[in-house]
């Protein structure tokens, strides 16, 4: 019911995007010889929340983790395909990794502030270590991220606590605040409720909800309510396939596919 | 019933026996530590006074003198010893940890443990060859240089557990950021590890700081003030070393306050680093 009432922004029918951020085209990826990404073309709509569902191991993360090239750090990860973030080949010679992640940012399924850090020095750490100096410009970016992030009231008077006191809610959003604080244009979220309670999550959920107007967010979720809530899209994975992608009330209420439908009603996964 | 009672019996007979087992083993590992410095510490303790960490040695016969050059010899030597080991064996360690193909890897593991077995004299000889024949002199450079190769597998090692133990969920949360893979390296992994890389290099501080053998055809030892590196300097292990096998009981008096020093100095080091490991379970490293 809620989520009728959120999604005006997109198209209820199956038309194409009116933007893309992302246009993934013939995806593919292997770990060694074992094919986890298999041929995968989609494109990911601008400030809207694209939801990516599909049982365990049905390559949910490695699809996410490829849009900001996090598996430049596993040896023996091959990646086939084109993906265009605004037209630019993330994956051609000529683009720095480090330039491709500032661009799209990253929330983790474990909540992961520095632990040797505070809870300010976690939000702009990211601006620290990118060279920015000025003291004046990081406290803006410290406050502006936290408040967008939800978490600035909680926190404005502990700012020089440990970011690993916080309750796990609480870190997770310090982690979103710390992806913001570099000002990405995606933002990527690998299961980023599924460690919470859920009150927590549903902060988090609000959260996502609110930061689609200036960012375009791709959420991996295994839990199905959640991605009905939240997304505007939907994109369901199965072995390494992208099965189905479309709108997410049409995802639900009308899937095209029978595995979409199976997987959705609760009949395997 | 009966034999249940008998069984019970035994059973709390056979466990009281390897209770006490354990109990003499745990008391006969420590017993020697006791008895070491229990004997230090009765034979040398009347020869630690003030002259023994502020004056030269004397010559032969004369009563008193001390060790302060010794003591500050090692001192330096350490410091230039840290200055090859340190930096080689932590940017060695964490190549080890986070570059470096597994096989490459393995090898070079593999070679560090190797070295870390190497008998410490081996090293003298090394760098008196390599160094004290091509100069033609004994000198601090060459000891200080034996101890720091000694330092290097045993940071190397040490360094390379601690920044395996930082959790991946870091290095990924940095590089998201779009930090680059050498500042998450240094600002993220290395900042996390460095209580454990602290850690380790005071353990080889301490370790080196007790060593003899490598000191004997390097640094040489020497009676008086030297603050040249290039010329022979006295070490703490090297005049206790020369004053033990003396045959002058004033001499044995000091190789034992000597040797109470150097063994209460490397005591304060491993507390340093119980203090600093305290807690370690509950952090990350």
């Given at each position: 019911m809620e989520r009728v009432d959120r999604s005006s922004e997109p198209p209820s029918t199956g038309e194409p995007a009116p933007a893309c951020t992302f246009q993934v085209q013939s995806l593919s990826i292997w770990y060694g010889e074992k094919r986890a990404i298999d041929n995968v073309s989609m494109d990911v709509a601008s400030n809207a929340v694209t939801a990516i569902?599909?049982?365990?191991?049905?390559?949910?993360?490695t699809f996410i983790?490829?849009?900001?090239?996090?598996?430049?750090?596993?040896?023996?990860?091959?990646?086939?395909?084109k993906v265009l973030l605004q037209g630019d080949d993330l994956y051609s010679g000529s683009i720095d990794p480090a330039i491709v992640r500032r661009r799209v940012g990253m929330v983790f399924q474990k909540s992961n502030p520095f632990p040797t850090m505070t809870i300010g020095e976690n939000v702009v750490i990211g601006l620290r270590l990118n060279g920015i100096r000025d003291q004046k410009f990081l406290n803006e970016r410290l406050e502006k991220s936290l408040q967008m992030a939800a978490l600035w009231d909680e926190v404005k008077d502990d700012l020089h606590k440990p970011g690993t006191s916080l309750s796990g809610g609480q870190q997770?959003?310090?982690?979103?605040?710390?992806?913001l604080a570099v000002e990405p244009e995606v933002l990527l979220m690998d299961e980023p409720c599924s460690a919470?309670?859920?009150?927590?999550?549903?902060?988090?959920?609000?959260?996502?909800?609110?930061?689609?107007?200036?960012?375009?967010?791709?959420?991996?979720?295994h839990n199905m309510q959640q991605a009905g809530r939240i997304s505007d899209y939907t994109a369901f994975f199965y072995l390494g396939k992208l099965i189905e992608f479309g709108p997410t009330t049409k995802i639900f209420t009308n899937p095209s596919d029978r595995q979409t439908e199976d997987y959705i009603t609760g009949r395997f996964g | 019933m009966q034999s249940g009672k008998a069984n019970h019996l035994w059973r709390k007979i056979k466990s009281a026996a390897a209770s006490a087992v354990a109990f003499i083993s745990a008391v006969l590992v420590i017993a020697p530590l006791g008895l070491v410095f229990f004997h230090l510490l009765v034979n040398g303790i009347t020869s630690v006074n003030w002259d023994f960490f502020t004056k030269l040695p004397v010559p032969v016969g004369e009563i008193g003198g001390g060790m302060a050059n010794a003591i500050v010899g090692s001192l330096e030597l350490l410091a230039f010893a840290s200055m090859i080991g340190i930096p080689i064996g932590v940017l060695g360690g964490v190549y080890l940890a986070e570059y470096g193909s597994a096989r490459i890897n393995s090898i070079l593991r593999f070679l560090a443990d190797v070295l870390n077995g190497i008998p410490s004299i081996t090293w003298g000889v090394v760098v008196y060859g390599l160094i004290v024949l091509r100069f033609k002199s004994f000198s601090a450079y060459a000891g200080g240089l034996a101890l720091g190769l000694i330092m290097i597998p045993l940071i190397l090692r040490t360094t390379e557990e601690?920044?395996?133990?930082?959790?991946?969920?870091?290095?990924?949360?940095?590089?998201?950021?779009?930090?680059?893979?050498?500042?998450?390296?240094?600002?993220?992994?290395?900042?996390?590890?460095?209580?454990?890389?602290?850690?380790?290099?005071?353990?080889?501080?301490?370790?080196?700081?007790?060593?003899?053998?490598?000191?004997l055809f390097t640094a040489f030892g020497n009676r008086f003030w030297n603050h040249n590196l290039s010329e022979p300097i006295a070490a703490l292990p090297?005049?206790?070393?020369?004053?033990?096998?003396?045959?002058?009981d004033d001499w044995h008096r000091q190789a034992w306050a000597g040797a109470l020093v150097l063994v209460t100095g490397i005591f304060c080091v491993n507390v340093m680093v119980r203090i600093l490991t305290r807690g370690r379970a509950a952090s990350v490293v």
């Open positions: 569902i599909g049982p365990s191991g049905c390559g949910k993360s983790r490829a849009l900001n090239r996090m598996h430049d750090l596993v040896p023996k990860t091959r990646v086939e395909g997770q959003r310090l982690c979103i605040a710390r992806a919470l309670d859920p009150i927590a999550t549903a902060k988090i959920e609000e959260l996502i909800y609110e930061l689609k107007s200036k960012y375009t967010i791709v959420t991996v979720t | 601690v920044v395996l133990l930082v959790p991946n969920g870091y290095r990924e949360a940095a590089l998201a950021l779009g930090v680059s893979r050498w500042k998450t390296i240094v600002h993220i992994v290395m900042k996390t590890a460095s209580k454990g890389i602290i850690t380790g290099i005071l353990l080889a501080l301490a370790r080196v700081g007790g060593e003899t053998a490598p000191l090297l005049q206790i070393f020369t004053y033990a096998i003396s045959p002058y």
